[in-house]
């Protein structure tokens, strides 16, 4: 038949097996028999073209896909610095693995973009390797992005505190987007247990992705993970936890270097100092630091404040006190497009656009947005 999709049966049964669907499950949206699944990915049948196209999006792969000679790699293009439970996890999301490729697509024409008008190297992108040690990178940082006592006054809780940074992280040349979803789809919830995070390096367009679905204090903590991650010029993939001392050796050196940027030594010590009971101490310095209490307890066993016993005890307790906050990506409609594609490329797109530099459709496509949006985004001013 002239609508048939002449798909390859072999790339339906890969995508639907990594999607994790049965049989039913893919049928029963779809409106059709079991059997005809089946006959789809063993070649003996094959779907009309909508069909075809709602099987894609159902599986979440571009219809593109389903006419491969074979199933492309899912090996990720950037090192895999994940562990759990001292392992590295197997396999991708196609979930994650569609957030990583747009991250990579921006990263690209934000690169193009910024040659074009002859921007310079960022200076602290590489500026640094593991050798360097940890206090001295997270000193760095702290100065580099103005990351301070004063800054963290200004903020009333740590989500202030999580803008602040990314706007300072922004400001200096990186490319900071947090979303808790893929794209603009609000069905597709990103997983806080595959990914809190990752970083791709650029002397010119460094990138880091933050996973909103975490609380505010954990995404604290990832930002400047990942911060680290640019530093010493190492992209990867992460889920940083402040409080495992044996990971990977470039996301131990990392949560090193979060730890120390968001509590120096000094101020930490000077605020143990005034605390009238110790008791409780975690809640109480994660309010004063705006950070998570893991963290500060983290901080607490490296300055010597607690030993192994009560390190230990301490985290066991907060972990199983701290439930994950799981957040829509509602609220203003702009403040969200802007936090997802960050200020810098929204920003840097929109002017594009209004230089006859990128047409409608392929500036629709990088910010994420319906073609009929991008009018009224283009009425906005982006500071």
Request: with cysteine.
């Amino acid at each position: 038949m002239v609508n048939e999709a002449l798909i390859n049966g072999d790339i339906v049964r890969w995508a639907r097996e990594r999607s994790g669907l049965t049989y039913a499950e893919v049928a029963r949206p779809l409106k059709i028999q079991i059997d005809q699944i089946r006959s789809w990915e063993y070649g003996e049948a094959y779907p009309p073209f909508g069909k075809a196209e709602d099987l894609a999006r159902l599986l979440r792969i571009p219809f593109g896909y389903l006419f491969l000679s074979k199933a492309p790699s899912d090996d990720s293009p950037i090192p895999d610095f994940r562990t759990v439970s001292d392992t590295t996890p197997t396999g991708l999301s196609s979930d994650f693995v569609e957030v990583l490729d747009h991250a990579l697509l921006q990263q690209d024409w934000y690169r193009e973009y910024q040659e074009q008008d002859s921007a310079l190297r960022l200076n602290f992108v590489g500026r640094s390797n593991i050798q360097s040690g940890p206090e001295a990178v997270a000193r760095d940082i702290r100065s580099y992005l103005e990351i301070n006592a004063e800054l963290r006054r200004g903020c009333r809780d740590s989500s202030a505190f999580l803008t602040r940074l990314s706007d300072n992280a922004q400001g200096a040349g990186l490319l900071v987007m947090r979303s808790g979803i893929v794209g603009s789809d609000t069905t597709r919830p990103l997983d806080v247990e595959e990914f809190r995070g990752f970083a791709l390096t650029d002397p010119i367009a460094p990138l880091v992705f933050i996973n909103a679905r975490d609380a505010y204090s954990a995404q604290v903590f990832t930002l400047a993970h990942e911060i680290a991650h640019i530093w010493i010029n190492q992209s990867g993939i992460s889920n940083p936890d402040p409080t495992d001392l044996s990971a990977h050796q470039i996301e131990t050196f990392c949560n090193n270097v979060a730890a120390q940027v968001l509590v120096p030594s000094s101020e930490f010590n000077a605020a143990w100092n005034m605390l009238l009971d110790e008791e409780g101490f975690p809640a109480k310095l994660a309010r004063t630091f705006l950070v998570s209490s893991l963290v500060v307890i983290r901080r607490a066993y490296e300055l010597n404040k607690i030993n192994d016993t009560d390190f230990f005890w301490l985290v066991t307790r907060e972990k199983k006190r701290i439930a994950k906050v799981r957040k829509s990506s509602g609220g203003d409609p702009m403040r969200t497009l802007l936090s997802r594609n960050s200020r810098r490329m929204t920003k840097a797109v929109l002017n594009a656009v209004r230089q006859n530099r990128l047409l409608y459709r392929d500036a629709a496509k990088l910010l994420g947005v319906s073609n009929t949006r991008l009018p009224q985004l283009l009425r906005k001013r982006i500071d």
